[in-house]
């Protein structure tokens, strides 16, 4: 089992959205902290070297909303202050570095009012395990 606390934001943009007599483009980045749980699978492929594959539910918590290239909705209220979702995981370590390929889809939480269906997210990370 994995677990950790990352930092992430989303984002989307309303590029169709016309309300009324304006005209905005309307994007919005919401920062959040988030906690997965994932069951980790890993192979040796050589010294030092091992591939890996993970998969598990997250719980993401929303800290901070930020509306860009917009007046009509600077104040508009996202609803929904927590994401839950699956994160699945594959990539390589070599010694503690690694490189990783993720996929998040958050079924509760995202933005309702403004998407129709679930939030697809691919994520492309480098990084050193403690």
């Not at 590029?15 to 997965?36: A, D, W």
């Not at 699978?41 to 993401?60: H, I, K, M, N, Q």
Request: aromatic share 16%; charged share 20%.
């Amino acid at each position: 089992m994995e677990s950790g606390l990352y930092y992430t934001q989303r984002g989307f943009s309303l590029t169709e959205y016309n309300p009324g007599p304006y005209h905005e483009e309307p994007s919005l980045v919401r920062h959040m902290f988030q906690i997965p749980l994932r069951a980790r699978f890993s192979w040796e492929v050589a010294d030092d070297v091992r591939l890996f594959f993970g998969t598990g539910p997250y719980l993401g918590i929303y800290f901070v909303d930020d509306w860009n290239h917009t007046v009509l909705h600077r104040n508009d209220d996202t609803g929904n202050v927590a994401e839950i979702g699956l994160s699945t995981m594959v990539g390589v370590e070599v010694k503690r570095f690694f490189v990783r390929l993720g996929h998040e889809v958050a079924f509760v939480g995202y933005h309702e009012r403004y998407l129709n269906g679930w939030n697809h997210c691919l994520t492309l990370s480098v990084g050193y395990r403690f």
